[in-house]
C-alpha cells in the first residue's frame, strides 16, 4: 500500500494556509520550499505550490484535511500532469485558442491577485467607517420585510404557479420544486428580513403597497428572473450599531476604493 499524501513537514510550517507560520519561517524560506518538487511525473517536476493550490481548493469547497483528502490531490496533480504532457504530445498547446485561454486564465488570476492586494491594504480610518456609516443608514427604508417567493426564468411559468397558489397549492411546497434561488428554495421560499432599500425598485415598490400576510397580485420582474412574492411579515427598521457593522463597512470601503483605482487607471491608460 502507497504511503498517504504527506507534504514535508517544513512545508507545513511555512504554509500560510494550513498551519500558522513558524517562529523559525520566513518569506524567503517559504518560498524556496513552495518552488521544491513535491512529486516528479516523467521528468517534470510538480511543486509545492500545485499542490498546495489544489488542497487550498479543496478545503475552501468544505472538504476536511485529512490523509485520504491529501492522496487525492496528489493523485489529482499527477492526472493533470500526466494528461497535459499528452496534451503538448499531441500540439494542442500550439492551438490559438487555447493559447488565448491560457492567457486568459493568467491574466484574470493576476487581476484577482491585484483586487486582494488592495481590498487587504491598511484598515479604514474609524471617521471613514463612521461617515460610511451615517451614509448607508441615511438611505435605508423605514421599514424591513420577511418574504417567501417563488423565482422563475418564464412569465408564464410564474403566472402558471401564482395562478396554482390562489387555488390553494402551498407556496412553500411549490417553491421547494420550482424556485431557482437557491439561497430561499429549501426554506419554501423564505428569505431573510430584507430592507426595501435592498430590493429592485419593482420589487420594493410591490412590497410597500402589500398588506401584510398577502400575496402579490402578479409576477413581479427582477434582473433575477420573474417573482411570485408573498408579504409575510413586517417590522420597523431598527439600525444595527456601528460596532456590529463595522466588518461590512469595511469591505464596502475597501471595494469603493478598488472602483476608484480602477476608474484612475482606465483615465491614465491608452486605450485604442
Not at 524556496?32 to 521528468?43: E, K, R
Amino acid at each position: 500500500m502507497r504511503k498517504p499524501f504527506q507534504l514535508t513537514s517544513g512545508f507545513l510550517a511555512c504554509s500560510v494556509f494550513l498551519l500558522t507560520w513558524s517562529q523559525s519561517c520566513n518569506a524567503q524560506d517559504a518560498s524556496a520550499m513552495l518552488n521544491n518538487a513535491y512529486v516528479t511525473v516523467n521528468g517534470q517536476a510538480q511543486s509545492n505550490a500545485l499542490a498546495e493550490i489544489l488542497l487550498r481548493e479543496q478545503l475552501g469547497r468544505g472538504a476536511s484535511d485529512s490523509a485520504e483528502l491529501r492522496q487525492a490531490v496528489r493523485d489529482g496533480l499527477i492526472n493533470q500532469a500526466l494528461m497535459a504532457q499528452e496534451s503538448r504530445k499531441a500540439k494542442l498547446d500550439l492551438n490559438p485558442l487555447i493559447q488565448a485561454q491560457i492567457e486568459l486564465a493568467k491574466q484574470n488570476i493576476l487581476a484577482q491577485a491585484w483586487q486582494q492586494q488592495i481590498m487587504g491594504g491598511a484598515p479604514p480610518k474609524e471617521d471613514d467607517l463612521k461617515a460610511e456609516y451615517d451614509r448607508q443608514m441615511a438611505r435605508m427604508d423605514e421599514k424591513d420585510y420577511l418574504l417567501r417567493h417563488l423565482l422563475v426564468t418564464q412569465e408564464a411559468t410564474a403566472k402558471l404557479l401564482l395562478e396554482k397558489i390562489q387555488s390553494g397549492a402551498k407556496m412553500a411546497d411549490l417553491a421547494k420544486e420550482y424556485s431557482q434561488d437557491s439561497q430561499s428554495r429549501e426554506r419554501g421560499g423564505l428569505t431573510d428580513w430584507v430592507n426595501a432599500t435592498d430590493l429592485s425598485p419593482a420589487l420594493a415598490q410591490s412590497v410597500k403597497t402589500e398588506a401584510k400576510g398577502k400575496l402579490v397580485a402578479k409576477p413581479i420582474k427582477s434582473d433575477a428572473g420573474w417573482h411570485v412574492l408573498q408579504v409575510e411579515d413586517v417590522r420597523p427598521f431598527k439600525a444595527p450599531s456601528l460596532t456590529d457593522v463595522k466588518p461590512q463597512l469595511a469591505v464596502i470601503l475597501a471595494r469603493l476604493a478598488l472602483d476608484a483605482r480602477l476608474k484612475t487607471l482606465r483615465q491614465e491608460a491608452k486605450i485604442q
